[in-house]
């Protein structure tokens, strides 16, 4: 049935999809106007540039082709999103003459993140699974994950558009699969279109190039069909070969693990971590891998899995050969996911829909069994799910504010009544004003799928919020992960002045926010943007003299290694130790152009910056006053 107003024609399921992309919208626009991020700094300092002329002017870091995609020295992040960004900014500066700037752009920026979030998952989840719950709970899976949120909730991403052409190349792949081994050359072209803005987005768009790879070998395999089970029975024990491989190759000593530690503790960790950044969703993807192996190797009758493309007919969607065709190329995923599974945050951007899509296949295992043999468990266990999440979180995260409980509580209740007012709607035919009476059947399924998508929601938005909670709420704003007030009136004091210089700052997360909103001269140590050449302290012809194109530098993706020292880290050291009340230390200062020196009040640990000569000096001449000062920081001018 569909719902007429006017000449908009209105899907009944539809409406849940459109509950779940405004739910997704809210997100952002409950921390706005604050900025989160860290390298999502740099990539505003780099769209102000790209906005500033840094395409055509002679003080710019795009110096070679390979600059372009963030290849080269000093060109670490490519430009696609920067460039996009700075478009985004001109444009809504333009239509509300000056009104909006950098916040609203970002804001813009993640709307336009969801929304191509969500119809690439919707397209890949309607060529795989058959039900239309399933898909639906697919979409909410990877819409509502932590790593989604954290990446369009008020910051600027780079990795997520790694996440989405993953999608789109998974879905593509697939109906070439359903189509045949023909490839058009329209196919072809519009493959080469998604790698390229995978490839102007972030480095990672190279491991993207697995599913061109994963589509041939399916493609061969269908040729020789004996081949078919025994390249199923061996992609387990691979997967556990380059499991171990991978362990010993990054290891797990940042997270302090050392190489001999038993397998139960990596594995309690990696289920953990995957937890937390997937969704609650991941509890299922055991059940989803394991059973998929099962039944494609041992429960067909039919060896020929694959359906036969040499006759020209249109071949239904979503049969069970074309689903097992699909499951099939999907499952040679896990063995790239689990030698990249403990680079656990980059594993986790490139193989998100992977991971989503076994774990969607385990809740229907799960859900078929438990319906079995009790039908009234089968709608229960959501609710159950769901409780005893709240239950856990409530308990863990006992010590947090009482303000980050009540908002998420807020927000989850909010979305509740969103998706009950759609579920009414979807029924006012079955309601009785005199006595309420739904159709039981619908009353249980509607039931089941809000609770199930409530569970996913609570479990991102507690995550995120708990994650957030200790960096944005230190007294410290150098602790903390978004523009905090002080470093505004810092940029609205320093936009003001006649900046011909430099500006030191001594915190780097201090000096990227301010200089990457307020597009301001800052520095604090080595950086691997374009700031040294955009700003003069190198040239071009000294980058191309120390340059050279390395293999090993494959492993960092990237083809080239600088040679030298990073000019900015030479300068901070000569910097550190200079005393301005000595005539050549201060006059060493002048020739390093820095104008202004940016510090904190106290010191609050022992070695801290505010006990580098440069600073002492500062608080001890007896000719320099700070200009500026808010309650942590204090802005000093050398000329």
Same mark, same amino acid.
């Given at each position: 049935? +569909?719902?007429?107003?006017?000449?908009?024609?209105?899907?009944?399921?539809?409406?849940?999809?459109?509950?779940?992309?405004?739910?997704?919208?809210?997100?952002?626009?409950?921390?706005?106007?604050?900025?989160?991020?860290?390298?999502?700094?740099?990539?505003?300092?780099?769209?102000?540039?790209?906005?500033?002329?840094?395409?055509?002017?002679?003080?710019?870091?795009?110096?070679?082709?390979?600059?372009?995609?963030?290849? $080269?020295?000093?060109?670490?992040?490519?430009?696609?999103?920067?460039?996009?960004?700075?478009?985004?900014?001109?444009?809504? %500066?333009?239509?509300?003459?000056?009104?909006?700037?950098?916040?609203?752009?970002?804001?813009?920026?993640?709307?336009?993140?969801?929304?191509?979030?969500?119809?690439?998952?919707?397209?890949?989840?309607?060529?795989?699974?058959?039900?239309?719950?399933?898909?639906?709970?697919?979409?909410?899976?990877?819409?509502?994950?932590?790593?989604?949120?954290?990446?369009?909730?008020?910051?600027?991403?780079?990795?997520?558009?790694?996440?989405?052409?993953?999608?789109?190349?998974?879905?593509? +792949?697939?109906?070439?699969?359903?189509?045949?081994?023909?490839?058009?050359?329209?196919?072809?072209?519009?493959?080469?279109?998604?790698?390229?803005?995978?490839?102007?987005?972030?480095?990672?768009?190279?491991?993207?190039?697995?599913?061109?790879?994963?589509?041939?070998?399916?493609?061969?395999?269908?040729?020789?069909?004996?081949?078919?089970?025994?390249?199923?029975?061996?992609?387990?024990?691979?997967?556990?070969?380059?499991?171990?491989? @991978?362990?010993?190759?990054?290891?797990?000593?940042?997270?302090?693990?050392?190489?001999?530690?038993?397998?139960?503790?990596?594995?309690?960790?990696?289920?953990?971590?995957?937890?937390?950044?997937?969704?609650?969703?991941?509890?299922?993807?055991?059940?989803?891998?394991?059973?998929?192996? $099962?039944?494609?190797?041992?429960?067909?009758? +039919?060896?020929?899995?694959?359906?036969?493309?040499?006759?020209?007919?249109?071949?239904?969607?979503?049969?069970?050969?074309?689903?097992?065709?699909?499951?099939?190329?999907?499952?040679?995923?896990?063995?790239?996911?689990?030698?990249?599974?403990?680079?656990?945050? $980059?594993?986790?951007?490139?193989?998100?829909?992977?991971?989503?899509?076994?774990?969607?296949? @385990?809740?229907?295992?799960?859900?078929? $069994?438990?319906?079995?043999?009790?039908?009234?468990?089968?709608?229960?266990?959501?609710?159950?799910?769901?409780?005893?999440?709240? @239950?856990?979180? /409530?308990?863990?995260? *006992?010590?947090?504010?009482?303000?980050?409980?009540?908002?998420?509580?807020?927000?989850?209740?909010?979305?509740?009544?969103?998706?009950?007012?759609?579920?009414?709607?979807?029924?006012?035919?079955?309601?009785?004003?005199?006595?309420?009476?739904?159709?039981?059947?619908?009353?249980?399924?509607?039931?089941?799928?809000?609770?199930?998508?409530?569970?996913?929601?609570?479990?991102?938005?507690?995550?995120?919020?708990?994650?957030?909670?200790?960096?944005?709420?230190?007294?410290?704003? &150098? *602790?903390?992960?978004? /523009?905090?007030?002080?470093?505004?009136?810092?940029?609205?004091?320093?936009? +003001?002045?006649?900046?011909?210089?430099?500006?030191?700052?001594?915190?780097?997360?201090?000096?990227?926010?301010?200089?990457?909103?307020?597009?301001?001269?800052?520095?604090?140590?080595?950086? !691997?943007? @374009?700031?040294?050449?955009?700003?003069?302290?190198?040239?071009? %012809?000294?980058?191309?003299?120390?340059?050279?194109?390395?293999?090993?530098?494959?492993?960092?993706?990237?083809?080239?290694?600088?040679?030298?020292?990073?000019?900015?880290?030479? /300068?901070?050291?000569?910097?550190?130790?200079?005393?301005?009340? !000595?005539? %050549?230390?201060? %006059?060493?200062?002048?020739?390093?152009?820095?104008?202004?020196?940016?510090?904190?009040?106290?010191?609050?640990?022992?070695?801290?910056?505010?006990?580098?000569?440069?600073?002492?000096?500062?608080?001890?001449?007896?000719?320099?006053?700070?200009?500026?000062?808010?309650?942590?920081?204090?802005? &000093?001018?050398?000329?």
């Amino acid at each position: 049935m +569909n719902y007429r107003f006017k000449k908009i024609t209105i899907k009944k399921t539809s409406l849940y999809y459109l509950v779940l992309v405004l739910v997704a919208i809210i997100i952002p626009l409950t921390t706005y106007p604050l900025i989160y991020g860290v390298d999502a700094f740099q990539v505003m300092w780099m769209a102000n540039a790209l906005r500033d002329g840094a395409l055509f002017s002679d003080n710019t870091w795009l110096i070679s082709p390979f600059s372009y995609f963030g290849y $080269y020295p000093f060109s670490h992040r490519a430009v696609g999103v920067p460039m996009f960004l700075a478009f985004l900014i001109s444009l809504l %500066n333009f239509f509300s003459f000056g009104i909006f700037g950098i916040t609203e752009a970002i804001l813009a920026f993640d709307i336009i993140l969801i929304i191509i979030i969500y119809k690439s998952s919707r397209n890949l989840g309607n060529r795989l699974f058959e039900e239309e719950w399933s898909r639906f709970v697919f979409v909410a899976a990877i819409l509502l994950s932590p790593n989604a949120i954290q990446d369009f909730a008020m910051t600027v991403s780079t990795r997520i558009i790694i996440t989405i052409v993953m999608l789109v190349l998974l879905n593509l +792949n697939l109906k070439i699969l359903q189509k045949g081994a023909k490839i058009k050359f329209k196919t072809t072209i519009f493959v080469i279109l998604i790698l390229l803005v995978g490839a102007l987005a972030h480095r990672l768009w190279m491991n993207t190039v697995i599913t061109i790879i994963f589509i041939i070998f399916t493609l061969l395999i269908r040729k020789y069909k004996k081949l078919y089970h025994l390249s199923v029975f061996l992609i387990i024990p691979l997967s556990i070969l380059v499991f171990f491989f @991978g362990f010993e190759f990054f290891g797990l000593d940042r997270y302090g693990y050392s190489s001999d530690a038993n397998f139960i503790d990596i594995s309690i960790f990696l289920s953990l971590y995957y937890g937390y950044a997937v969704g609650l969703i991941t509890i299922f993807f055991p059940f989803g891998v394991l059973i998929t192996v $099962y039944k494609l190797t041992f429960t067909f009758d +039919n060896f020929n899995l694959f359906f036969k493309s040499k006759k020209k007919k249109i071949q239904p969607t979503n049969t069970s050969h074309e689903l097992t065709d699909s499951f099939y190329y999907l499952l040679l995923f896990l063995i790239p996911l689990l030698f990249f599974v403990f680079t656990t945050f $980059y594993a986790i951007v490139v193989f998100l829909p992977i991971i989503i899509i076994f774990s969607v296949q @385990g809740l229907i295992y799960v859900k078929n $069994y438990i319906s079995s043999f009790s039908k009234k468990l089968e709608w229960i266990f959501p609710i159950l799910l769901l409780f005893s999440l709240m @239950g856990y979180y /409530l308990l863990r995260f *006992e010590f947090y504010s009482k303000i980050v409980l009540w908002g998420a509580f807020l927000f989850l209740l909010v979305s509740l009544i969103l998706f009950l007012s759609v579920f009414t709607v979807n029924n006012y035919n079955n309601l009785n004003f005199s006595r309420v009476s739904f159709d039981p059947h619908k009353l249980k399924k509607g039931v089941w799928i809000i609770a199930l998508t409530i569970s996913i929601l609570a479990n991102s938005v507690i995550n995120l919020e708990t994650g957030r909670f200790d960096r944005s709420n230190s007294p410290y704003p &150098w *602790e903390n992960r978004y /523009l905090t007030d002080e470093e505004i009136e810092i940029i609205e004091y320093l936009q +003001n002045e006649d900046i011909d210089g430099l500006i030191f700052v001594s915190n780097r997360y201090i000096s990227e926010r301010i200089g990457g909103v307020g597009f301001l001269p800052t520095f604090s140590g080595p950086v !691997e943007i @374009g700031l040294p050449l955009f700003y003069g302290l190198i040239t071009p %012809n000294y980058v191309y003299e120390n340059t050279k194109f390395s293999l090993d530098a494959l492993l960092r993706f990237t083809f080239f290694n600088f040679t030298q020292t990073d000019p900015i880290n030479e /300068l901070i050291i000569s910097i550190r130790e200079l005393d301005v009340r !000595e005539g %050549n230390d201060f %006059n060493t200062l002048l020739s390093y152009n820095v104008q202004y020196i940016i510090t904190i009040k106290e010191t609050f640990e022992p070695g801290g910056v505010n006990n580098w000569p440069l600073i002492q000096s500062l608080q001890q001449s007896e000719s320099y006053e700070p200009v500026f000062a808010t309650h942590h920081f204090l802005i &000093w001018k050398i000329y």
